[in-house]
């Protein structure tokens, strides 16, 4: 026997499916309702939103860091499960990371969805978060299709109320989530250039 899980009530089948596919991924064991392919790099505290045989299940939580709410188009058969790799989450590192002026999580988390579940909250306690480093007081979710966030990320700003930060996101099957902490940059894409005074117009790249 590995692990017994005791609960104050009893579990819906929906319920029921998210544990499974949880103590699943954490053992590398098979089961039958098996909705998350990520167990062999993002086995780590795995979660999710789920909707099985006329019960739902809609709170999802991969530890005290983040959690998955508030489907906005979950049917029957449907599901979005995410787990992370176990990297730290106690530090803040500017390693791959898509611009200056960018420190993140080496934590990350990778999404598994059946259907379409629709835009679902995800929330980040901020009392879950190393303090921020000086200088950096934004946080940020990165979103990217191939786990390399160095580039091709999507950067989304969370709100903050009530010591939470929350974002509505649409989270597609195979993404991963990384959190960062950041500070607004501009940076010139040409590091010099020359013309004549005469020119009235002058083009100016940057980057933010």
């Not at 098979?30 to 505290?45: G, M």
């Not at 974002?167 to 004549?196: C, H, K, W």
């Amino acid at each position: 026997m590995t692990e017994i899980a005791v609960f104050s009530g009893q579990l819906n089948d929906a319920e029921r499916v998210v544990l499974q596919n949880n103590l699943g991924a954490k053992y590398l064991i098979t089961i039958a309702d098996d909705h998350y392919e990520w167990e062999a790099t993002h086995s780590h505290d795995v979660s999710g939103i789920a909707a099985y045989n006329g019960t739902t299940f809609t709170n999802a939580w991969s530890t005290s860091m983040l959690s998955v709410t508030s489907p906005a188009g979950l049917s029957e058969g449907e599901y979005l499960f995410f787990g992370h790799n176990k990297a730290g989450a106690k530090t803040w590192s500017d390693a791959e990371v898509p611009a200056s002026g960018t420190y993140r999580l080496a934590r990350e988390w990778r999404f598994d969805e059946t259907s379409d579940v629709g835009t679902v909250t995800v929330s980040i306690p901020s009392g879950s978060l190393p303090a921020l480093p000086s200088g950096y007081p934004f946080v940020g979710i990165l979103v990217d299709d191939d786990g390399d966030f160095s580039s091709g990320s999507t950067m989304h700003r969370p709100t903050l109320s009530g010591g939470v930060y929350s974002v509505t996101l649409n989270i597609t099957d195979g993404q991963y989530m990384t959190i960062i902490a950041f500070r607004p940059e501009v940076n010139y894409t040409v590091a010099s250039g020359s013309g004549q005074e005469s020119v009235t117009s002058v083009q100016v790249q940057v980057s933010l």
